[in-house]
């Protein structure tokens, strides 16, 4: 593990810089895409190669759901294992990344919707983990993970996220992870390993999705619950939606528009993945 010390430069308030830095949505899916190489981690690994170096890593995860806001702020983050029923060599991961606790509290400055709670207790989930070690895998990179209020709406959390545009001066890297299309009790078992399976309404409401996204009709992906019924079926929970949400409100009219990743699996799932600018 590295020291402090190591990371002594990214403690303090990080400058503005010239270029702006991308905004990400990333589909995670299974935990095993954090240790096997595959098309999807592989991607991920190329992505780290394309983009400029972050300062820091800031994730909203689909897997911190909490009662109001609250940033990740110790020095080294635990690695959570979040999850059950998968080999034990997924369980033992550490990621060692450093957190920066003056980054969390400056993140909270820039929030005014609500109030940022500084959190000393959770960590990098796997949410977080199973994409940025393929990405930095020196774990080399300050990860601060931020949490979704379940308490609140889609809308609430879009306004949030434009808050946090600043980040994006400063060379931080905003991930929302989670999945667009996520209906695990419908999973086809059976078509798991069926390179690119998907249900007929997963596949529409997939591409529904994209569209909104290039035409930047935010509000119809804000207001998700009135797509309809396939929408409610590729969206029965919003945990792994929201992460998109602050995707979309972290991005501007004049970021460029990437999919990666963009597959689904075992009928009800997307690995669906966006890169704003």
């Given at each position: 593990m590295n020291s402090l010390s190591d990371f002594k430069n990214f403690t303090e308030h990080l400058p503005f810089q010239e270029n702006l830095m991308p905004v990400l949505f990333v589909g995670h899916g299974s935990p095993m895409n954090g240790i096997e190489v595959n098309e999807f981690s592989n991607r991920w690994t190329e992505l780290a190669t394309q983009i400029e170096r972050p300062k820091a890593v800031l994730v909203v995860s689909a897997h911190w759901f909490t009662k109001g806001t609250r940033i990740t702020a110790m020095d080294f983050p635990p690695t959570i294992?979040?999850?059950?029923?998968f080999p034990q060599a997924l369980s033992q991961v550490q990621y060692p990344a450093p957190g920066d606790a003056a980054l969390a509290a400056e993140t909270a400055s820039l929030i005014h919707t609500t109030k940022a709670v500084l959190d000393h207790d959770w960590g990098l989930d796997h949410g977080t983990w199973t994409i940025v070690r393929h990405m930095y895998p020196n774990a080399d990179i300050p990860v601060l993970q931020l949490s979704i209020d379940y308490t609140k709406p889609a809308s609430?959390?879009?306004?949030?996220?434009?808050e946090l545009y600043e980040l994006r001066k400063k060379g931080v890297l905003v991930m929302g992870s989670g999945n667009m299309v996520h209906?695990?009790?419908?999973?086809a078992w059976d078509k798991m390993e069926v390179p690119g399976y998907g249900f007929d309404w997963a596949m529409h409401m997939n591409e529904t999705f994209k569209s909104l996204i290039n035409n930047g009709n935010h509000e119809s992906l804000v207001q998700y619950e009135k797509l309809g019924t396939e929408?409610?079926?590729?969206?029965?929970?919003?945990?792994?939606?929201?992460p998109l949400i602050y995707s979309l409100g972290l991005s501007t009219k004049d970021d460029s528009i990437s999919y990666f990743n963009d597959k689904a699996v075992a009928g009800s799932l997307t690995m669906t993945s966006v890169q704003f600018g």
């Open positions: 294992h979040d999850f059950g029923g609430f959390h879009y306004e949030l996220a434009k209906n695990l009790r419908m999973i929408a409610l079926l590729a969206i029965p929970t919003p945990e792994h939606y929201l």
